[in-house]
Nanobody
Framework: QVHLVESGGGLVQAGGSLRLSCVAS????????MAWFRQAPGKEREHVAR????????YYEDSVKGRFTISRDNAKSTVYLQMNSLKPADTAVYFC????????????WGQGTQVTVSS
């Protein structure tokens, strides 16, 4: 089992920045694909960004490309999401997720951290 705990959310004005952290425990995540999802009120959960554990490749949704950066520090079992130029539309609960390398589902999820961007 992999246990994920997010932190770093909060209230920020539009144009500001936040850095989310996701600490993993229970199993080494070095080869896992790690991702960030978000869910705004009344909307479905949506993928934001992911980072491969095998080749470090990155993927971003268009809505955050150029503003958000996902990274990982395997020595600390931590994944980060640096969010810059935040917009009110980024307001959501942000979730960290993990899946084994390959065509697998995200089986491990954190509890989420709230990000609120005021206009």
């Amino acid at each position: 089992q992999v246990h994920l705990v997010e932190s770093g959310g909060g209230l920020v004005q539009a144009g500001g920045s936040l850095r989310l952290s996701c600490v993993a425990s229970g199993r080494t995540i070095n080869t896992y694909t790690m991702a960030w999802f978000r869910q705004a009120p009344g909307k479905e959960r949506e993928h934001v960004a992911r980072i491969s554990g095998t080749d470090g490749s990155l993927y971003y949704e268009d809505s955050v490309k150029g503003r958000f950066t996902i990274s990982r520090d395997n020595a600390k079992s931590t994944v980060y999401l640096q969010m810059n130029s935040l917009k009110p539309a980024d307001t959501a609960v942000y979730f960290c997720a993990a899946r084994r390398a390959g065509p697998n589902n995200y089986n491990y999820w954190g509890q989420g951290t709230q990000v609120t961007v005021s206009s």
